[in-house]
């Protein structure tokens, strides 16, 4: 009870450029579709053009078969947590979580029940008599989304919801909301700039950049094949590495190319629509990038930054590629001085290739 089809929907405000172009997109019943993309890209005008506070501009979007273009918000039946969270001011935690019951006319005992359970569930016990304006953002935040779950709709939308919520506690409520997500079996769509929320929730990401989707697909396929440069750099932290470079050798099973920095490397991608001398895109990610003698590198370059996160080290080469350093990850602590000279390898296999316009190659 839950599918959700957008069909070349779009979004124009007056006579300015269209903040959505024309989208499609399917929801399949009970899946969990995170939306992600740069700040401005459209995110919140897609959600809240679902949940009819928008203006569709043009085409039709269908709840389970059935055009709701024209169905108010509440008609829909659409759970949404929002970015601003639009708690009520004047009630109490409580009455806020409550007011939707209670506007559906549920049993007194009903409505008591299931806000206390929610209420557990957010860490939200001890604050229910408080009003909005005496809780932190966090809170806040918490009390948005106990009162969208409190109503168990079949289509849930949530934007940005634990963005304001501190380290320990958004691991506990990404658990609350995967694990609401499999009690309740609703549809979800979710907006979120958290690269681990995006990766550990979606069964499917959709990277939108201005309006448009540059790719749709599950958490590992974005990650393992990125169908352009916009992708491959936006999903994964820290992002992908890229280096210049020009083809010497075009084929179906090899591509060689030559790097600004002069060095030559075969990589096991196809090529056949490019051609010899075409300016590619090499890319490859900070922890596929090791260390290596100098004679053997692929890549040398001083140590700029070094960051030391107790589980991992970052280490910002500079490899003499324009302004922007490569980064290796390493799993082991390094003893790494500021300046040192380094040399990197860039395994073959794990290299990725775009060409001029962003689009990437066939990796075999
Ligand atoms: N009422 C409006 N009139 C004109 N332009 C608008 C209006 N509301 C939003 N926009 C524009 O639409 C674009 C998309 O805004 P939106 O809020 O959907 O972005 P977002 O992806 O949610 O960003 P963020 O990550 O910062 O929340 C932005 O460029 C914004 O300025
Ligand atoms: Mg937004």
Known sequence: MGQLVLDKISKRYGSSSEVIKPLDL????????????????????LLRMVAGLEEI?????????????????????????????????????????????EMAKRPAKEIDDKVRASARILQLENLLDRRPKDLSGGQRQRVAIGRAIVREPSLFLFDEPLSNLDASLRVQMRMEIAALHKRINATILYVTHDQVEAMTLADRIVVLNQGHIEQVGSPLELYDRPANLFVAQFIGSPKMNLIAGALVETGERQTIVDLENRQRIALPIETLRAKVGDRVWL???PEHV????????DVE??????????NETLLYVNGGYGSEPLVTRLTS???????????????????????EAGLAFARL
Do not use: W
């Open 26 to 45: 399917t929801v399949s019943d009970g899946e969990f579709v995170v939306v992600v993309g740069p700040s401005g890209c459209g995110k919140s005008t």
């Open 57 to 101: 501009s043009e085409g039709e979007m269908r709840i389970d078969g059935v055009c709701v273009n024209d169905d108010s918000p509440s008609e829909r039946g659409i759970g949404m947590v929002f970015q601003s969270y639009a708690l009520y001011p004047h009630m109490t935690v409580y009455q806020n979580m409550a007011f939707a019951l």
């Open 283 to 285: 890319g490859i990610r």
């Open 290 to 297: 090791s260390l290596i003698d100098l004679a053997k590198a």
């Open 301 to 310: 370059g001083e140590v700029l930054f070094v960051e030391q996160m107790g």
């Open 333 to 355: 602590r390094q003893e790494v001085a500021p300046d040192q000279r380094l040399g990197l390898h860039l395994p073959p296999e794990r290299c990725y290739l775009f060409d």
